[in-house]
Antibody, heavy 114, light 107 residues
Framework: EIQLQESGPGLVKPSQSLSLTCSVT?????????WSWIRKFPGNKMEWMGY???????NYNPSLKIRISISRDPSKNQFFLQLNSITTEDTATYYC???????WGQGVMVTVSS | DIQMTQSPSSLPASLGERVTISCRAS??????LNWYQQKPDGTIKPLIY???NLQSDVPSRFSGSGSGTDYSLTISGLEPEDFAMYYC?????????FGGGTKLELK
C-alpha cells in the first residue's frame, strides 16, 4: 500500500521560505503517478498547489507560480515543496498526495508568524 | 479557474438518516468530480472518483451522482464515523479546485 508522510518545520517567519518533504513508501515515485501538494487553510478552504510527475515535469497552480517549486529525490523516494516569500496567509495544513489524490499523507500544520 | 460551490456548508443530521451534499461547478466538468472525507484529526480519505465510482474500502452507503455542472454525494444510513467534513474537487481542468466543504454534524 502506498503511504505518504509529510515533514518540515511547524513555524516559519514571514518573508522566509517554507520547505516540506514528502516521503513515500510502497511505491516508487518514478514508476508512475503525479505527486501533489495540497493545503487546507484555517476556515476550511482547500487549494491544490502543484505536482511533480513521475518523469520529473511540474505543473503549478498559477496563483502560486512565482513562489512555488516542487522537486524530488528519486534515490530517497521523496518529493519536496518550496514556497518562497511566505506571509501569514500561508498558514495552513500542508498535505502531499499521490496520483488523482488516491493516497494522502496525514498533513503537517505550518504556522507563519514572527 | 473553475469555481466549486458546495452546499450546505453545515449539515446537522441524525444516526441512520439519509443526507445529500451538493456541489456545483462554475462550468461543465464532464463528470470529473471527486469526493473526499476529512476526519477531525485531519486525515483525508478519498471516497468517490469520476462522479460515482467508490474507492476501495468505502462502504456502499456512500454514493455519488451528477453531470454537467451539478453533482451530489449521498450517504444512506448515517453511521457514527460519517460525521466529518466533506469536500468535492474537480480535475477537469487546471488548476484543480475544491469546494468549500460541508461539515456533517450530529444533530
Amino acid at each position: 500500500e502506498i503511504q505518504l508522510q509529510e515533514s518540515g518545520p511547524g513555524l516559519v517567519k514571514p518573508s522566509q521560505s517554507l520547505s516540506l518533504t514528502c516521503s513515500v513508501t510502497g511505491y516508487t515515485i518514478t514508476s508512475g503517478y503525479d505527486w501533489s501538494w495540497i493545503r487546507k487553510f484555517p476556515g476550511n478552504k482547500m487549494e491544490w498547489m502543484g505536482y511533480i510527475s513521475n518523469s520529473g515535469s511540474t505543473n503549478y497552480n498559477p496563483s502560486l507560480k512565482i513562489r512555488i517549486s516542487i522537486s524530488r529525490d528519486p534515490s530517497k523516494n521523496q518529493f519536496f515543496l518550496q514556497l518562497n516569500s511566505i506571509t501569514t496567509e500561508d498558514t495552513a495544513t500542508y498535505y502531499c498526495a499521490s496520483g488523482s489524490f488516491d493516497y494522502w499523507g496525514q498533513g503537517v500544520m505550518v504556522t507563519v508568524s514572527s | 479557474d473553475i469555481q466549486m460551490t458546495q452546499s450546505p456548508s453545515s449539515l446537522p443530521a441524525s444516526l441512520g438518516e439519509r443526507v445529500t451534499i451538493s456541489c456545483r461547478a462554475s462550468q461543465g466538468i464532464s463528470s470529473n468530480l471527486n469526493w473526499y472525507q476529512q476526519k477531525p484529526d485531519g486525515t483525508i480519505k478519498p471516497l468517490i472518483y469520476y462522479t460515482s465510482n467508490l474507492q476501495s474500502d468505502v462502504p456502499s452507503r456512500f454514493s455519488g451522482s451528477g453531470s454537467g455542472t451539478d453533482y451530489s454525494l449521498t450517504i444512506s444510513g448515517l453511521e457514527p464515523e460519517d460525521f466529518a467534513m466533506y469536500y468535492c474537487q474537480q480535475d477537469a481542468s487546471f488548476p484543480w479546485t475544491f469546494g468549500g466543504g460541508t461539515k456533517l454534524e450530529l444533530k
